[in-house]
T-cell receptor
Framework: DAGVIQSPRHEVTEMGQEVTLRCKPI?????LFWYRQTMMRGLELLIY????????DSGMPEDRFSAKMPNASFSTLKIQPSEPRDSAVYFC????????????????FGEGSRLTVL | AQSVTQLGSHVSVSEGALVLLRCNYS??????LFWYVQYPNQGLQLLLK??????LVKGINGFEAEFKKSETSFHLTKPSAHMSDAAEYFC????????????????FGKGTKLTVNP
């Protein structure tokens, strides 16, 4: 059974360029999360979706960041324009149920997209 | 707001020695607590979780953690370290501020990198 699939695994771009990160959640999972991991701030939740609808985007750093989920099997995180401080590993995760503390509750992470903005 | 503090960003042990990774939490309500492991260049994987059913929680790969309310701690232990345990370990607490009762959002600690020496 395929896990959460992210692309690209690595992206190097120049400041000012648009970056699009992609995620395919596990089939049947209704919850999709975008996290960012940096040395300074650790893992931060950026936004999450339920049934393709954004539920909480309070972690999105600024207007340069946007996320969409056009259907149940695909989500994008876009940064436009990108800046060097956006360099990080971006993780997508999905879960079957909302209650992660429940018996079925578990976040499944993709392998991440490592972004470097020069 | 819920938070976790992981004491020690790096821990080094010898193969066969006890592993002890420390996590203290801050929560205004009874917490749900999690430990995740991240192997190099991979996403995070759930090790175990505390959901109030039992204070001693057993996870995968021989790890366990004990919830101690009086100490607000949820330390992760393994009696005998193996080379394959070398990874980064994250403690997380469920944030009850989520839209659907809260536990769909996790707040992660900064992580502890475990090195196992032969």
């Amino acid at each position: 059974d395929a896990g959460v699939i992210q692309s690209p695994r690595h992206e190097v771009t120049e400041m000012g360029q648009e970056v699009t990160l992609r995620c395919k959640p596990i089939s049947g999972h209704d919850y999709l999360f975008w996290y960012r991991q940096t040395m300074m701030r650790g893992l931060e939740l950026l936004i999450y979706f339920n049934n393709n609808v954004p539920i909480d985007d309070s972690g999105m750093p600024e207007d340069r960041f946007s996320a969409k989920m056009p259907n149940a099997s695909f989500s994008t995180l876009k940064i436009q324009p990108s800046e060097p401080r956006d360099s990080a590993v971006y993780f997508c995760a999905s879960s079957l149920v909302p209650r992660l503390a429940g018996d079925d509750g578990e976040l499944f992470f993709g392998e991440g997209s490592r972004l470097t903005v020069l | 707001a819920q938070s976790v503090t992981q004491l020690g960003s790096h821990v080094s042990v010898s193969e066969g020695a006890l592993v002890l990774l420390r996590c203290n939490y801050s929560s205004s309500v009874p917490p749900y607590l999690f430990w995740y492991v991240q192997y190099p260049n991979q996403g995070l994987q759930l090790l175990l979780k505390y959901t109030s059913a039992a204070t001693l929680v057993k996870g995968i790969n021989g790890f366990e953690a004990e919830f101690k309310k009086s100490e607000t701690s949820f330390h992760l232990t393994k009696p005998s370290a193996h080379m394959s345990d070398a990874a980064e370990y994250f403690c997380a607490v469920s944030d009850p501020g989520g839209v659907q009762g809260g536990s769909e959002k996790l707040v992660f600690g900064k992580g502890t990198k475990l090195t196992v020496n032969p």
